[in-house]
């Protein structure tokens, strides 16, 4: 991993939405007093898995690389494979701001076998993601649904001796199923609550442990916290983790909530556990998605349903590039980025690194 010793040259490949949405100007001034600064827009289809481009948009993309020392690349750029890598001689570093969680943009292998380090920003959303996943918890323990239907009816109102007590996060233990960036950060904003916090995660390293004062457990063990929240990506090994036999591991008046992706929890067992009415759930995201329309969970009064957008706020789309300045900026000065695709990161994305 050696930077250039010349001026170096760094490319920029992505759609012209992007490059408006993300390419903050005061970001790019300064990734322009590091390098010469060079933008290719492409409008290659993508999604979050494997990126499927047309011959003549790979072609353009491995000679714009070809001028390239560092390579970075988002939504609307085709994949940068061995053929691009090949193609590249001088390239030494590759980023994806956005979207290759599960290496569906760079071929981190081969990236590695050319002597390139590659590095994946899409943890910016984490911040976010963190914030509106303690709103759930919160909203979950003062529960939230059962006061939207008092507030509209009227005869609930008169009566508050029918409303139960609601409940504080301070000093209550909270549960994380996978503890990646946004465990982490989600960890720091527990701290002010003063409650334990257990994780359920067998890639994450046990240094954690002691570095952010939280305690690693087995799943059924995290499940009987007060506040469950479930943070693993989806992977073949996740898919359906979360089941029946979990489910009944809440204790009654629990909260559990979902920020990662849906197909984690099977569906058909997570409607027979709130429908039960005993814990609250609140779920950003659903498998089915969008949640069809006469799903039962729309009309359970202890779920709140938000259509997938914990990561989305106007302050995410331009950090997803300040943050890979940063990355730029440590590799040209001789440090080590700190979001790089390592083995580690992709034996728990369920990918070979």
């Given at each position: 991993?050696?930077?250039?010793?010349s001026r170096p040259?760094?490319?920029?490949?992505l759609s012209g939405?992007?490059?408006?949405?993300?390419?903050?100007?005061?970001?790019?001034?300064?990734?322009?007093?590091?390098?010469?600064?060079?933008?290719?827009?492409?409008?290659?289809?993508?999604?979050?898995?494997?990126?499927?481009a047309d011959e003549?948009?790979?072609?353009?993309?491995?000679?714009?690389?070809?001028?390239?020392?560092?390579?970075?690349?988002?939504?609307?750029?085709?994949?940068?494979?061995?053929?691009?890598?090949?193609?590249?001689?001088?390239?030494?570093?590759?980023?994806?701001?956005?979207?290759?969680?599960?290496?569906?943009?760079?071929?981190?292998?081969?990236?590695?076998?050319?002597?390139?380090?590659?590095?994946?920003?899409?943890?910016?959303?984490?911040?976010?993601?963190?914030?509106?996943?303690?709103?759930?918890?919160?909203?979950?323990?003062?529960?939230?649904?059962?006061?939207?239907?008092?507030?509209?009816?009227?005869?609930?109102?008169?009566?508050?001796?029918?409303?139960?007590?609601?409940?504080?996060?301070?000093?209550?233990?909270?549960?994380?199923?996978?503890?990646?960036?946004?465990?982490?950060?989600?960890?720091?904003?527990?701290?002010?609550?003063?409650?334990?916090?257990?994780?359920?995660?067998?890639?994450?390293?046990?240094?954690?442990?002691?570095?952010?004062?939280?305690?690693?457990?087995?799943?059924?063990?995290?499940?009987?916290?007060?506040?469950?929240?479930?943070?693993?990506?989806?992977?073949?090994?996740?898919?359906?983790?979360?089941?029946?036999?979990?489910?009944?591991?809440?204790?009654?008046?629990?909260?559990?909530?979902?920020?990662?992706?849906?197909?984690?929890?099977?569906?058909?067992?997570?409607?027979?556990?709130?429908?039960?009415?005993?814990?609250?759930?609140?779920?950003?995201?659903?498998?089915?998605?969008?949640?069809?329309?006469?799903?039962?969970?729309?009309?359970?009064?202890?779920?709140?349903?938000?259509?997938?957008?914990?990561?989305?706020?106007?302050?995410?789309?331009?950090?997803?590039?300040?943050?890979?300045?940063?990355?730029?900026?440590?590799?040209?000065?001789?440090?080590?980025?700190?979001?790089?695709?390592?083995?580690?990161?992709?034996?728990?994305?369920?990918?070979?690194?």
């Open positions: 991993m050696t930077p250039p010793t040259v760094v490319g920029i490949a939405r992007i490059r408006e949405d993300y390419l903050g100007a005061a970001d790019l001034e300064r990734l322009g007093r590091l390098a010469e600064v060079r933008v290719e827009e492409f409008e290659v289809p993508s999604g979050w898995g494997p990126v499927e003549d948009s790979r072609r353009r993309l491995a000679g714009f690389a070809a001028g390239c020392d560092l390579l970075v690349v988002c939504h609307g750029s085709p994949p940068v494979d061995e053929d691009v890598l090949a193609a590249a001689p001088r390239l030494r570093f590759v980023g994806e701001l956005e979207g290759d969680r599960f290496a569906g943009r760079i071929d981190v292998e081969a990236a590695r076998e050319h002597d390139v380090v590659a590095v994946d920003t899409t943890h910016s959303s984490s911040w976010p993601v963190a914030e509106w996943a303690l709103a759930l918890a919160l909203l979950g323990l003062r529960q939230h649904g059962l006061f939207r239907r008092v507030m509209a009816d009227e005869e609930l109102r008169k009566d508050r001796d029918e409303v139960p007590p609601v409940r504080e996060l301070s000093g209550r233990p909270v549960g994380m199923i996978g503890f990646g960036h946004i465990g982490w950060r989600l960890r720091e904003l527990l701290r002010p609550f003063g409650g334990p916090v257990l994780v359920h995660d067998p890639f994450a390293p046990r240094e954690l442990a002691d570095a952010l004062d939280v305690d690693f457990a087995p799943l059924e063990r995290v499940m009987g916290c007060d506040v469950v929240v479930c943070l693993v990506p989806a992977t073949p090994s996740t898919e359906g983790m979360i089941g029946a036999d979990e489910l009944e591991r809440l204790q009654p008046g629990a909260v559990f909530v979902n920020v990662s992706r849906g197909a984690v929890v099977d569906t058909d067992a997570l409607v027979r556990r709130a429908a039960r009415g005993d814990a609250w759930f609140g779920l950003d995201v659903h498998d089915p998605e969008p949640v069809p329309v006469g799903a039962p969970l729309r009309h359970l009064p202890n779920v709140l349903l938000s259509p997938h957008i914990a990561g989305v706020t106007e302050e995410a789309r331009p950090r997803f590039f300040t943050v890979m300045v940063d990355e730029i900026e440590r590799f040209l000065t001789g440090r080590e980025p700190r979001a790089q695709l390592t083995d580690a990161v992709m034996a728990g994305r369920g990918r070979p690194g």
